[in-house]
């Protein structure tokens, strides 16, 4: 039996006579103003573009679940991590992070790896990345990082010199680089690396007693990346291959998942480790504090529409359920500001009212009001003020954080380490990475930063030598580099090592 034709419509729901031809004046005359479905329809069109993310654009997402499989409640009051084998809605984006919204997915990046939690007690949002750590470890630094990972001023072109230039000064970010620059920073797809939250967590638990906690979202489909060529031809060839991927894998029923995996640590512990804990550029090695399986994602539904549920996804590292808070980490504390900004500015005041972003499980009841696009009831006729005696919602004292002790001088102070900044990197290109992921490695920089001057590549040879000589000295030959001036470099303090390699133009 054929289908029963529905009428097209205005916005307003109003049925239209005919949308190929504008109302004219005359077979051969003016288009007429009164024509108010074409200035509808080109009104909308010119607006249909919002804001690209800063950073993140390119994405992918998906919806799921995830499943607790083991008791945590000693750790956590978490509800929705309370009872082996309970079930929470997910909704997942993957994304690229320096290049725009149609960018090639197969770029050298870190990948975003972003889980919204419909909780019972509102939405966590699980905010990581596919690697353990990051570039730099303060927030006044961050605009200036990403900067140099986009296009230059003049040009409107990614530039290698912006790029190494910025890290050479930055020797905190070797570890990252390490990672970026070994095949992991161009994995194969989206179902084919971890997510980690990088920052240093808190759980605490009914007793009111904390644990420092790290997430580990370990791929099930295991890790799979790209080499450098590999890379640059699938970018060429099919510039969205990863997003085509997860949906396709999705379509046919091949649901990817990944198992959270958490590094637990008591909170007194956490203070005197060490290493420094709520230093994003360092990891907690495995063999000291091993990681447990509590968990498993699975995502086994795709975006009915990318525009309402993929690109209007917005994620904040501050929405945060009780039993799971913050800690110290100085990028992570920014970043609780700056997620919440830049949705507001993309999407509106009114964002967390879009469905993939409401709390489905937990309908909100706050006294926030009007704003852009309200578009629920408002809170109708009721309070719109706490201290109010008409019965409207009121705090509840026990979804509160247990309070914690902060000490010492409020001041401008570096984090404390005590040139440590090369020594995971280094267990990392030594003990942990194969000889042909050290060749990969080697000849993924050598490619990238040769087009880089020649001070720079000095400058950034040097740390690499810092972390292991073998490594600076492997990047070095690759370059044509004389290995005698960058062992002069490595020995010198990062300010003279600037000095002395110069001023360019
Ligand atoms: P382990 O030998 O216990 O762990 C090394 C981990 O490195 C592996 O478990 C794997 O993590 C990850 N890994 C394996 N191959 C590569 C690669 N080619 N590139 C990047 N990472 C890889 O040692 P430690 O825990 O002491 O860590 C040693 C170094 O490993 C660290 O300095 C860090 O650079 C890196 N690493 C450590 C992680 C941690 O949380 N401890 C996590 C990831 C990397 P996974 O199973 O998560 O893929």
Redesign the pocket.
């Known amino acids: 039996m054929a289908k029963a034709k529905k009428t097209l419509t205005t916005a307003f729901g109003i049925p239209v006579a005919d949308d190929q031809n504008s109302m004219t004046a005359g077979a051969r005359g003016p288009v007429l103003m009164q024509d108010v479905h074409l200035l509808e329809k080109l009104g909308h069109f010119d607006r249909e573009r919002i804001p690209e993310r800063v950073v993140h654009a390119k994405g992918a997402g998906a919806g799921g679940y995830f499943e607790i499989t083991a008791d945590v409640t000693k750790y956590t009051k978490a509800k929705f991590l309370s009872e082996v084998g309970k079930k929470t809605e997910v909704f997942a984006r993957f994304s690229t992070v320096g290049g725009e919204k149609g960018s090639a997915d197969a770029a050298r990046d870190p990948r975003g790896f972003a889980v919204k939690f419909y909780t019972e007690e509102g939405n966590y949002d699980f905010v990581g990345n596919n690697t ?1 750590v990051f570039f730099i470890r303060d927030p006044l630094k961050f605009s200036d990082f990403i900067h140099t990972q986009k296009r230059h001023p003049a040009t409107n072109c990614k530039d290698p010199d912006m790029f190494w230039d910025f890290l050479s000064l930055t020797p905190e970010s070797v ?1 990252q680089v390490t ?1 970026l620059f ?1 095949d ?1 920073g161009t994995p194969a797809t989206y179902r084919h690396m ?1 997510g ?1 939250s990088s920052h240093t967590f808190k759980w605490y638990n009914e007793k009111g007693e904390s644990f420092w906690v ?1 997430y ?1 979202f ?1 791929t099930d489909q295991g ?1 799979k990346n790209l080499a450098r060529e590999e890379a640059s031809r699938i970018s060429g060839e099919n510039p969205d291959h990863a997003t085509e991927d997860l949906y396709e894998a999705i379509a046919g029923g091949d649901f990817p998942s990944w198992t959270l995996e958490m590094q637990i640590m008591p909170e007194e512990e956490g203070f005197n480790y060490h290493w420094d804990i709520f230093d994003i550029t360092k ?5 000291e504090v091993p990681p447990i399986k509590v968990g498993k994602l699975v995502l086994n539904r795709n975006p009915i529409n990318y525009f309402s549920e993929v690109e209007q996804a917005a994620f904040c590292p501050g929405n945060l359920v009780p039993g799971i808070a913050t800690s110290p980490d100085k990028m992570l504390q920014a970043r609780l500001f700056s997620y919440h900004d830049t949705h507001i500015h993309r999407l509106g005041p009114n964002y967390h009212l879009l469905p993939v972003n409401a709390p489905k499980n937990a309908p909100e009841t706050s006294y926030q009001r009007d704003g852009f696009m309200r578009l629920d009831e408002n809170g109708g006729g009721g309070p719109n003020y706490w201290p109010n005696s008409f019965g409207g919602p009121e705090p509840d004292p026990t979804a509160g954080e247990p309070p914690f002790e902060v000490k010492d001088l409020a001041a401008r102070t570096p984090y404390p380490h005590p040139n440590d900044d090369f020594q ?2 280094g ?2 290109y030594r ?3 194969t000889d042909e ?1 050290r060749d990969h490695l080697i000849g993924n920089i050598v490619d990238h930063l040769g087009g880089a001057q020649k001070r720079i590549q000095l400058r950034q040879t040097a740390i690499f030598y810092k972390v292991d000589p073998e490594y600076g000295t492997r990047v070095a030959e690759g370059l044509g580099l004389d290995v005698k001036e960058i062992e002069r470099l490595a020995e010198m303090s990062q300010d003279d090592r600037a000095n002395a390699t110069g001023e360019g133009v």
């Open positions: 353990p570890h990672v070994s992991r971890n980690y790290q580990h370990k890790i990891v907690w090695p495995h063999a995971q990197a267990v990392l003990k942990v990475m992921d």
